[in-house]
């Protein structure tokens, strides 16, 4: 009898699953004695349902729309489990059907918007059409032909407005970059620092706007070459130290130091060019004076400088996100449907259409083209590592057929071997009869012949038994002297083991000690150094850890690096005892939290 294959029944041969449905409908399962009763055709319409039932289960489709499919589930099963070609030719008619509704229903999600109603209202009239042509047994070519012209224009118009939005989006990332880029500069160096009241307006409009000209004309990796911004990168820094406020004092040989060489390096950046050159002019002469006017001690109203906000939906840079996790954005690419969920489990269906590596933007469309959303890609990666975003993995229907065939060839495989094991039974329970009568016959004329075998080996142990009895004497007494022997090695040898064990357990107890404190250290982390290299008990702190270089760097009290280690150089200094922690850093984990308590706000 032989098996039954799956590949051969997905490649046309329908007779196989018929044999395999008629052998499931007539074989008791191993462990039972009772014959299913189910006919093959009540098998078939099992199948159908779960391959239905499959094809539109989560995430297959959204929850709104699974009411639609379940209604005509009766109808469209029926229409399966008739013609056994259904799963066997792949331009089978309801087949095609189903693969030409399915993927374009898969990508919808309930969004208050005309188009997301209207597609909705055409895929509900289609399935309810597709009953009635069933049931009244027609063929639904024109209802499908309609829809699939739709379909069609839908798409195309989409296709149009995902390129208008991309093109738009493009532009508006660009300016949001530059403005973020020159935020945080300004920020960096200035923010809830000194700074004369007549400079506010000034860097708030003057300088933000000339640095943001150049931020968006300028490509990126070529910014920090352009003389104007690297000007600015050197006089930024000075600029926020220089003017006393309240608590925050300068000395006098920090403005006699810093001021001429600011004067210096304003009057260097007036040579080159500036979108506008009359506003630059009177920015530099204003800086100026202001910085003249410190060192010669008049006085000046003085302000701390806010903080400038940054672009509607942008974070700040100082949000850390490990690179593990920035890499998981790598795996989706243009084109890919992703989930996001909210706060209230709201599934929402989007595309990526925008993913440029220059600008730091993801952009996202429903199935009409329309802007669902945009994430920045560390937003986007912790969406991702929390589950709030999860790639839209459907199951097409070759690949379900193919899993609902498997597991049914493979209990008819079953069933067949489970007659094939009967028949060997029958067989076998012959075999064993003939054997019984042969072997009572083998037995009459062994036990003569074991009789006449005991008589002469008595003899012959009579006469061995002295010789044996001498040797066996011989024998005691050297395996008492070896064995004397052996148990003394065996103990010296087991003593030798239990102390390498000991030495062995407590060297890898400090390391792995060591191996944990190292790998708990957080930034802001607080040690105790006291070796060759540095004055005994050294308090430091952890300043930077270098994640690509495995490197940590260690700083004083004001900032000052005093020492760098190798991870390895820090988990054995470590062990030696030549490091010892004091105070660990900030829990990662709480800065993550907080910041996707954030980001479940902006899903929303």
Not at 155 to 169: I, Q
Not at 238 to 245: D, I, T, V
Not at 396 to 410: C, D, K, R, S, V
Request: charged share 25%; proline share 4%.
């Amino acid at each position: 009898m032989p098996s039954f294959d799956v590949q051969a029944i997905l490649r046309g041969d329908g007779n196989q699953l018929g044999d395999a449905l008629a052998t499931l409908a007539n074989t008791p399962a191993a462990s039972d004695k009772t014959i299913d009763t189910r006919t093959p055709d009540e098998l078939r319409q099992e199948l159908a349902t779960r391959v239905y039932r499959q094809l539109i289960a989560r995430p297959q489709l959204d929850l709104q729309l699974l009411p639609l499919f379940a209604a005509v589930e009766t109808a469209l099963v029926a229409q399966i489990a008739q013609d056994d070609r259904f799963y066997s030719d792949i331009d089978h008619p309801l087949r095609r059907t189903l693969e030409s509704i399915l993927p374009a229903a898969s990508h919808w999600y309930a969004r208050d918007a005309k188009p997301s109603q209207q597609f909705y209202d055409r895929i509900s009239s289609l399935l309810n059409t597709l009953t009635a042509h069933w049931q009244n047994k027609t063929a639904p070519e024109s209802a499908l032909s309609e829809f699939s012209q739709w379909l069609a224009s839908e798409d195309k118009r989409a296709a149009l407005l995902e390129s208008r939005l991309c093109e738009t989006e493009l532009g508006n990332q660009k300016l949001t970059l530059a403005q973020t880029r020159v935020v945080t500069l300004l920020n960096n160096h200035l923010a809830q620092r000194p700074l004369p009241l007549d400079l506010h307006s000034a860097i708030t409009l003057s300088l933000k706007s000339e640095l943001q000209y150049w931020a968006f004309n300028t490509p990126a990796t070529a910014l920090n070459e352009l003389p104007l911004w690297v000007h600015w990168q050197r006089i930024l820094p000075s600029l926020g130290q220089l003017f006393s406020h309240g608590n925050i004092q300068v000395d006098d040989q920090q403005l006699y130091s810093q001021i001429p060489a600011l004067l210096t390096e304003l009057e260097r950046s007036l040579a080159h060019t500036t979108s506008n050159t009359q506003a630059y002019q009177q920015l530099v002469d204003q800086l100026s004076q202001c910085l003249m006017m410190a060192i010669q001690k008049q006085p000046q109203e003085i302000a701390l400088f806010p903080a400038l906000p940054l672009p509607d939906g942008q974070t700040t840079a100082n949000t850390k996100v490990p690179l593990a996790l920035l890499q998981a954005t790598e795996t989706v690419k243009l084109g890919d449907w992703i989930v996001m969920r909210g706060d209230d489990q709201e599934a929402i269906r989007c595309k990526l259409v925008l993913k440029d590596a220059n600008l730091d933007q993801l952009l996202f469309v429903d199935h009409t083209g329309r802007k669902v959303m945009s994430k920045t890609n560390k937003d986007f990666a912790l969406c991702l590592s929390t589950g709030l975003a999860q790639p839209l993995q459907l199951t097409p229907l070759g690949m379900i057929i193919e899993q609902q065939l498997t597991a049914l060839i493979t209990q008819a495989n079953q069933c067949v071997k489970v007659q094939l094991l009967k028949q060997k039974q029958k067989a076998e329970a012959l075999v064993r009869a003939f054997m019984a009568e042969q072997e009572a016959l083998k037995e009459a004329a062994e036990r003569e012949r074991q009789a006449e075998q005991a008589r002469l080996q008595a003899e012959l142990d009579a006469r061995q038994a002295a010789a044996h009895k001498a040797m066996a004497e011989a024998r005691l007494l050297a395996d008492e002297q070896q064995r004397r022997a052996a148990e003394q090695a065996a103990e010296q040898a087991r003593l030798t083991r239990e102390r390498e064990a000991a030495q062995a357990a407590e060297a890898l107890q400090r390391e792995q000690t060591a191996a944990t404190t190292a790998n708990e250290l957080q930034v802001g982390a607080w040690l105790e150094i006291n070796n060759a290299s540095t004055a005994p008990g050294l308090r430091a702190k952890l300043s930077v850890i270098i994640g690509a270089t495995g490197k940590y760097i260690f700083a004083d009290q004001v900032g000052r690096k005093v020492a760098e280690y190798s991870r390895e150089q820090l988990v054995q200094q470590l062990i030696s005892g030549e490091l010892k922690v004091l105070r660990n850093g900030d829990n990662f984990e709480e800065q993550l939290a907080k910041v996707i308590r954030g980001l479940r706000r902006d899903v929303n």
